[in-house]
């Protein structure tokens, strides 16, 4: 089991290619990845995209790839003669406007002129950057993922305390619905006495009909049964590689709704105390669901 919220950081040098790749994830419903690459590099992104979706299956992910280029070519700069020559003629003709004709027209007040001199636009290889850019990006993913597996990892071990606990209340909730029957006989006698004040006899055979039919409505072993069943499926996904978040939070709905039965069925006040006991559990479970993959 995966948490979704980690972050990464790597950096790699190949020859005269320097690769800084940055990666954070957070919840989300869905895969969302949210790259940031230099607008040169731009043609590899969708293979970026492609390493980060083999590794993540749910959440945002927010990639920032920051890439150094030492080589000639990406060192290299040209010249904008004809933006430089106009400038320098307007400047011939302001001299001329000045009769200031003995002075010379420095060089670097040509080059200071924005546009005159500016940073080549190399042809990239990308075939030939994406080596160093995948393996950079790839040991990022590795350990944002090793990342998020130590986060599962606790995640999976509160799970486990909080569903053991669950289950120890559903031992307590069974064995406070046993002898329904009698409670509801019980019940019936007191209320028939109070209301006739022992003026009338109590008919047992209907007393007794009466509690049968009290306890069939407030039978929850079916509902014990399946909240069962839940945990087991909760342990079984919790231990699968695949990711599990969705399939949790389903399950989570399925034991709110056999809890809200046993708390609507039973007349136990017991019982329904150990009901909102654990649904209260069960919200802090929710929490945490919602950080799982």
Not at 68 to 78: G, K, L, V
Not at 131 to 160: Q, S, W, Y
Request: proline fraction near 3%; aromatic fraction near 6%.
């Amino acid at each position: 089991m995966k948490s979704m919220t980690a972050f990464s950081r790597v950096e790699h040098t190949h020859e005269q290619l320097s690769v800084e790749t940055e990666i954070r994830s957070y919840n989300s419903r869905y895969l969302d990845i949210t790259p940031r690459i230099p607008q040169e590099y731009l043609p590899l992104e969708d293979r970026i995209r492609g390493l980060i979706s083999e590794k993540v299956a749910r959440g945002r992910v927010e990639l920032k790839l920051r890439i150094s280029d030492d080589s000639e070519e990406a060192c290299a700069f040209e010249i904008n003669e004809a933006r430089a020559t106009a400038y320098h003629d307007a400047l011939v003709r302001l001299q001329k406007i000045f009769d200031d004709m003995e002075g010379k027209i420095p060089l670097d007040l040509l080059a200071r002129v924005g546009g005159v001199i500016r940073p080549a636009e190399p042809d990239r290889d990308m075939e030939a950057c994406w080596p160093p850019i995948a393996a950079c990006v790839t040991e990022a993913l590795n350990n944002l993922d090793k990342m998020r597996k130590t986060e599962g990892d606790f995640i999976a071990k509160d799970f486990t305390a909080r569903l053991d606990a669950i289950e120890n209340w559903l031992c307590q909730i069974e064995k406070a619905s046993d002898g329904l029957l009698l409670y509801y006989q019980e019940r019936l006698k007191e209320r028939v006495a109070a209301l006739t004040k022992g003026m009338t006899e109590i008919d047992p055979g209907r007393i007794a009909q009466e509690a049968a039919f009290l306890a069939d409505k407030s039978d929850i072993s079916e509902e014990i049964i399946r909240v069962r069943s839940h945990i087991g499926q909760f342990h079984t996904i919790m231990a699968s590689e695949e990711s599990g978040g969705r399939k949790l939070n389903f399950l989570l709905q399925e034991f709110n709704r056999e809890f809200n039965t046993m708390g609507s069925k039973t007349g136990n006040a017991n019982v329904s105390h150990l009901v909102v006991t654990v649904k209260s559990e069960l919200e802090k479970i929710r929490e945490q669901v919602q950080n799982v993959e």
